[in-house]
């Protein structure tokens, strides 16, 4: 059997462990990197908090935000491209990421410059944009069948969001920042503490199974 036929039949066989949702579509790299956005997203909240000994006004106390988000998107775009035909789920779960990046950034830019042209404040439109998320987050956790991975993967997360974003409009302006660092720290990190358990929970099945 040539190589190429082997990657036929890898491919055919990742495909099947999809369907049966035996592979995951995401690992303990993802882990660590929704753990490191979380993290610094704690960061963020404790350098703008207002009036505290460490907090910096400039641009710079979102670096730790922005650094942890290209690191993630670019091992999103490497990893699409170089995961073997085995990891199909991790590999087809990245790619959608990646259009999900292509598709909110803008789409997020738009709505910033309506809110503007509409008459809301940045604490308004940013509450409203987040609540609004946090919902729909909740809503496709709810409807989606768990066949890859857990409803709470979307619902949990979506609390925190929903919450902030409520609560976000009636906050004094000073703190604007800190309570979307805090939220950040808050919605991945449970995102980071459910994709662990997941794991874990997968690899003793499987364990388990390779026992029996």
């Given at each position: 059997?040539?190589?190429?036929?082997?990657?036929?039949?890898?491919?055919?066989?990742?495909?099947?462990?999809?369907?049966?949702?035996?592979?995951?579509?995401?690992?303990?790299?993802?882990?660590?990197?929704?753990?490191?956005?979380?993290?610094?997203?704690?960061?963020?909240?404790?350098?703008?908090?207002?009036?505290?000994?460490?907090?910096?006004?400039?641009?710079?106390?979102?670096?730790?935000?922005?650094?942890a988000i290209g690191a993630y998107v670019l091992y999103l775009a490497v990893k699409s491209r170089r995961l073997p035909p085995r990891e199909e789920a991790r590999r087809r779960e990245y790619k959608s990421g990646l259009i999900a990046v292509?598709?909110?950034?803008?789409?997020?830019?738009?709505?910033?410059?309506?809110?503007?042209?509409?008459?809301?404040?940045?604490?308004?439109?940013?509450?409203?944009?987040?609540?609004?998320?946090?919902?729909?987050?909740?809503?496709?956790?709810?409807?989606?069948?768990?066949?890859?991975?857990?409803?709470?993967?979307?619902?949990?997360?979506?609390?925190?969001?929903?919450?902030?974003?409520?609560?976000?409009?009636?906050?004094?302006?000073?703190?604007?920042?800190?309570?979307?660092?805090?939220?950040?720290?808050?919605?991945?990190?449970?995102?980071?503490?459910?994709?662990?358990?997941?794991?874990?929970?997968?690899?003793?099945?499987?364990?388990?199974?390779?026992?029996?």
């Amino acid at each position: 059997m040539s190589g190429h036929d082997l990657d036929r039949v890898r491919a055919d066989l990742a495909t099947v462990r999809n369907a049966l949702g035996v592979d995951l579509p995401y690992g303990e790299a993802d882990v660590w990197f929704h753990a490191a956005l979380a993290a610094s997203g704690g960061v963020y909240a404790v350098l703008t908090w207002p009036n505290s000994s460490v907090e910096v006004t400039s641009a710079w106390s979102a670096l730790p935000i922005f650094a942890a988000i290209g690191a993630y998107v670019l091992y999103l775009a490497v990893k699409s491209r170089r995961l073997p035909p085995r990891e199909e789920a991790r590999r087809r779960e990245y790619k959608s990421g990646l259009i999900a990046v292509a598709v909110i950034v803008p789409a997020v830019s738009a709505y910033a410059k309506w809110a503007k042209y509409a008459g809301l404040t940045p604490m308004q439109g940013g509450g409203c944009l987040m609540a609004f998320m946090g919902v729909t987050m909740f809503l496709i956790g709810v409807v989606s069948p768990p066949a890859r991975y857990p409803r709470s993967l979307l619902i949990a997360p979506s609390l925190p969001i929903i919450a902030f974003g409520a609560f976000i409009p009636f906050a004094a302006p000073d703190y604007c920042h800190c309570l979307v660092g805090l939220m950040d720290m808050a919605a991945v990190g449970l995102v980071a503490l459910i994709e662990h358990r997941h794991i874990r929970r997968h690899r003793m099945e499987g364990e388990n199974h390779v026992g029996n």
